[in-house]
């Protein structure tokens, strides 16, 4: 008897698209689950989010936002005064000091409003590549993939695009994504890690993805 052919460690190009399509058909339009209405919200959203969950975040800013929601209101907030809408999340004065510092950049160098290009985002205080890529994809529909635990957990255990580091998972998702999904590649690839994926124990019986993935351990119901 002949032994079946052996599976490549990572996926096929038409693994690629079968799971993307299995994706999209689940959710099709996925986006963030962090709360906000512009460009600049998102903005001090996703830099509030390091280190922090979603629902943290979204529980402040349900505060912060009616009452300061542009550079130039929470410039009129002060330090101190944004630190009292934001101290539920973790490293509070840090994200207080770089968000006040942001809000100044943006009113003196770029009008008050939000830059598109990756180069003036990442020069915002506490912007770093991962916070540029979400603005850049979610608030002005570029086709970049933000490289997070989740994302990064799920392209090495599934094969999709294996790195030892998030750039270089980064790097391999931009080549091996499709053209059709890259734009919402971000956001399904996050869900997923999030709440099927997950760390400690992935759902792999509840996974729609299960016999694409390469991951050997893969859990019992």
Request: a positive charge; aromatic letters at 6%; one cysteine or more.
């Amino acid at each position: 008897m002949t032994a079946p052919p052996r599976r490549s460690a990572t996926l096929t190009r038409a693994e690629v698209v079968e799971l993307f399509s299995r994706l999209r058909e689940l959710n099709p339009k996925p986006t963030t689950e962090l709360e906000y209405r512009t460009p600049f919200e998102l903005l001090v959203a996703v830099t509030l989010s390091a280190q922090a969950t979603d629902v943290g975040v979204n529980k402040a800013t349900r505060r912060l936002f009616p009452v300061a929601n542009t550079p130039a209101a929470i410039l009129a907030l002060g330090e101190d005064g944004l630190k009292k809408y934001i101290s539920t999340i973790g490293l509070f004065n840090a994200k207080a000091k770089n968000v006040i510092a942001t809000c100044r950049i943006l009113i003196d160098e770029h009008g008050g409003e939000v830059p598109r290009s990756r180069e003036a985002l990442e020069a915002l205080p506490g912007v770093g590549r991962k916070t540029a890529n979400v603005v850049m994809n979610t608030a002005f529909g570029e086709p970049t993939i933000a490289v997070d635990t989740h994302i990064f957990r799920v392209s090495n255990r599934t094969g999709l695009a294996p790195g030892k580091d998030v750039r270089a998972v980064e790097d391999r998702l931009l080549k091996v994504v499709p053209s059709e999904f890259m734009q919402d590649a971000h956001h399904w690839l996050i869900l997923h890690g999030r709440y099927v994926c997950k760390a400690r124990k992935p759902d792999c019986p509840q996974c729609v993805i299960r016999d694409l993935c390469r991951f050997k351990e893969k859990t019992a119901a």
